[in-house]
């Protein structure tokens, strides 16, 4: 069946993207509606836009505004929790991670770089036993695309995944060891879903601020959020275009 699946266009698309700002100009650039009959448990606050594109199915999951709080619900529990829901319900033939990043410049990051990520680990699941480590860092290949990469003339790096937006000299540590050229807060949780479905999965990260460089994180995030989103858009947009028509073998 995986053979199959491989020879044959990919036709059914779905986008895990973390924040609402991020998500929009997808929705909008591919004039997706928002699904009112939910396909979701009732009470959770997740998110569906869909719509088609030439001839592909194209499902955005974002995961919804914290009931109590307002905000995003950004990290790991609830990027693998919708992205687990959206297989199940969606089948997909493949999923996109699209989002933005932390990068560093040690590895040649600027802001506004867009990246296709190779592989996610985590660098805030330390446990010091044996084998139970590596289960920790939990590192897992994303699927190759390596045609694409090469038409869009797109970046390729590691990513590091954890649940706080700061980083610890811990955190540092293990980013270093991890090889991370970018570091965000839902890659590796998607992808350990993901790889456990056996569905692939591929991750597109602009970088908004520099964990290495002298500005303040939290800072330097929102002070380059909308221009860093409207590259990723872009970037998106191109990645689509690329796989429509194509079959996963050919990306």
């Known amino acids: 069946m995986a053979d199959q699946s491989q020879k044959r266009p990919v036709s059914n698309i779905v986008f895990i993207i973390a924040m609402q700002t991020e998500a929009l100009p997808v929705v909008n650039r591919f004039q997706l509606t928002e699904d009112t009959n939910s396909l979701f448990p009732q009470g959770v606050p997740w998110v569906r836009y869909c719509g088609s594109y030439k001839d592909l199915n194209i499902n955005v999951i974002w995961p919804g505004k914290d009931p109590t709080l307002g905000v995003d619900s950004i990290g790991t529990v609830s990027s693998s929790l919708v992205t687990y829901a959206a297989i199940q319900a969606l089948k997909p033939d493949l999923i996109i991670n699209a989002g933005t990043a932390g990068g560093f410049k040690a590895k040649g990051a600027s802001i ?69 050229t970018v570091k965000d807060m839902e890659g590796a949780a998607i992808a350990y879903v993901a790889d456990m479905l056996k569905v692939p999965a591929i991750f597109v990260k602009a970088v908004t601020d520099i964990v290495d460089g002298d500005k303040p994180t939290a800072e330097e995030f929102l002070q380059n959020l909308a221009a860093v989103t409207a590259a990723l858009d872009e970037a998106v947009e191109k990645v689509i275009y690329f796989i429509s028509g194509k079959c996963l073998s050919e990306l």
Do not use: W
Not at 123 to 130: C, F, K, L, S, Y
Not at 140 to 157: C, D, I, M, Q, S
């Open 112 to 180: 506004g770089d867009v990246f296709i990520i190779s592989d996610c680990a985590f660098h805030d699941r330390r446990i010091p036993i044996p084998v139970y480590d590596l289960f920790g860092v939990g590192s897992r290949k994303a699927f190759e695309t390596p045609n694409l990469v090469k038409e869009l003339n797109l970046k390729v790096g590691k990513l590091s995944t954890g649940d706080s937006l700061d980083m610890t000299q811990q955190d540092e540590a293990s980013i270093i060891a991890n090889d991370a």
